[in-house]
């Protein structure tokens, strides 16, 4: 059975940082591609990153250029989403989801999902 365990979401001040963790079972880690993605309330679903598992390729959307910081354990079958210089807008639910043929943040193009986890910035 597929599995994505979205973790480490919370409260945190604008300006903090938060590590998020997706655990990954149930398929070959290391040929698929892990992405973050995060729907704030009203608005839709956004891809926010991106990490190859087989050579560490990353992508970042636009808005979280900089702040962001996508990696993988691949021993462990975790991505990582470090977030640094939170901002209010940056508030949303955070899911990962992972595709075994594509790269890139086109969400139709990710075969499994995790749950999410709530991340909220206070300004």
């Known amino acids: 059975e597929v599995q994505l365990v979205e973790s480490g979401g919370g409260l945190v001040q604008a300006g903090g940082s938060l590590r998020l963790s997706c655990s990954a079972s149930g398929f070959t880690f290391d040929d698929y591609v892990i992405g973050w993605f995060r729907q704030a309330p009203g608005k839709e679903r956004e891809g926010v990153s991106c990490i190859s598992s087989s050579d560490g390729t990353t992508y970042y959307a636009d808005s979280v250029k900089g702040r962001f910081t996508i990696s993988s354990d691949n021993a462990k079958n975790t991505v990582y989403l470090q977030m640094s210089s939170l901002k209010p807008e940056d508030t949303a639910v955070y899911y990962c989801?992972?595709?075994?043929?594509?790269?890139?943040?086109?969400?139709?193009?990710?075969?499994?999902w995790g749950q999410g986890t709530q991340v909220t910035v206070s300004s």
């Open positions: 989801a992972a595709s075994g043929s594509y790269y890139g943040l086109a969400q139709y193009e990710y075969d499994y």
